[in-house]
């Protein structure tokens, strides 16, 4: 039995990976880089020169940062485009107010909170 997975469930998924592991992969490697500068001034500068001799970094850059990151908005607007309100067929108004949170209570406890003198620490 193969599990089917629809496309609309792939292409979430990727838009999902497609936002966090770039930019997770890119916060790391700062942490590295910058952690290095808790060595003096020295490493840090050799720890930037060793991630700038690398000679295929620019292909790591648009492969592995960009497109991943320009698929994830442009997916993104994908799914916003396609959303279906769902509040219009709701009255803020009578929802809000028929549900017991909302409630009109006495005030009573408001009024004993705020009345009488103030004591305790900071008075």
Do not use: W
């Amino acid at each position: 039995m193969a599990i089917q997975l629809s496309r609309t469930f792939v292409l979430r998924k990727l838009h999902q990976l497609s936002g966090i592991m770039p930019l997770g992969l890119f916060l790391l490697e700062h942490f590295y880089t910058n952690s290095k500068a808790l060595g003096g001034a020295a490493d840090f500068n050799n720890a930037v020169k060793d991630l700038q001799s690398i000679p295929y970094i620019l292909f790591v850059e648009i492969g592995g940062i960009f497109i991943p990151l320009i698929y994830h908005a442009v997916y993104g607007l994908v799914i916003t485009m396609e959303a279906r309100p769902n509040n219009l067929c709701h009255s803020l108004f009578l929802h809000s107010f028929s549900r017991a949170e909302f409630q009109i209570r006495p005030s009573t406890r408001i009024e004993q909170d705020f009345s009488g003198p103030q004591t305790g620490p900071g008075f």
